[in-house]
């Protein structure tokens, strides 16, 4: 298996650019997240969806980020429009069946807002 | 609501020493326990778990956790630190519902 696959790796931007990250979560697995990693936050949790459906986003800073799952093997997260404390790594993760699961993590991108 | 601490963001050893990373956790509901590793550029990689089975959980590259309820604590260790074991290691917690809360991280440096 190809493991999550996250699209762009990087991404340069300037501020008020709409800015789409992409995800594509191992087959199978029914559970999709998305987390924000900085040096002063550490991993939140942004979103979650359990079978295509978001079940949870309060984790979500505000209404400039918005999250899609149309489909079991498709996910994305837009910001718009982008400033530059968005600035972070921003992974995708999928899980199969229950929380004692393991996540599998994706390599990330990293997203740089000037 | 579940949360991690740790504690010690940078924590040096030198090779072959003993690797101690401390976790302590907060959870309403029994939990699920994770430690996950993080090397540069990369995602996390799932290191072991505890689900309520045996407290003492062994994972991969040597490295084992037990579970001490009393102590709501969930210590990770490794007996002989290698050059490779340099990584980030989150220690995180999940109460049953999905959202899995992670701690900051401790940046694991190895000295030679």
């Known amino acids: 298996d190809a493991g999550v696959i996250q699209s762009p790796r990087h991404e340069v931007t300037e501020m008020g650019q709409e800015v789409t990250l992409r995800c594509k979560p191992i087959s199978g697995h029914n559970s999709l997240f998305w987390y924000r990693q900085t040096m002063m936050r550490g991993l939140e949790l942004l979103i979650y969806?359990?079978?295509?459906?978001?079940?949870?986003d309060s984790g979500m800073p505000e209404d400039r980020f918005s999250a899609k799952m149309p489909n079991a093997s498709f996910s994305t997260l837009k910001i718009q429009p982008s400033e530059p404390r968005d600035s972070a790594v921003y992974f995708c993760?999928?899980?199969?069946?229950?929380?004692?699961?393991?996540?599998?993590f994706g390599p990330g991108t990293r997203l740089t807002v000037l | 609501a579940q949360s991690v601490t740790q504690l010690g963001s940078h924590v040096s050893v030198s090779e072959g020493a003993l690797v101690l990373l401390r976790c302590n956790y907060s959870s309403s509901v029994p939990p699920y326990l994770f430690w996950y590793v993080q090397y540069p550029n990369q995602g996390l990689q799932l290191l072991l778990k505890y689900t309520s089975a045996a407290t003492l959980v062994k994972g991969i590259n040597g490295f084992e956790a037990e579970f001490k309820k009393s102590e709501t604590s969930f210590h990770l260790t490794k007996p002989s630190a290698h050059m490779s074991d340099a990584a980030e290691y989150f220690c995180?917690?999940?109460?049953?519902?999905?959202?899995?809360?992670f701690g900051k991280g401790n940046q694991v440096v190895v000295i030679p």
């Open positions: 993760a999928s899980r199969l069946g229950q929380a004692y699961n393991e996540q599998f």
């Open positions: 969806f359990n079978n295509n459906v978001p079940i949870d």
């Open positions: 995180a917690v999940s109460g049953g519902n999905n959202r899995l809360a």
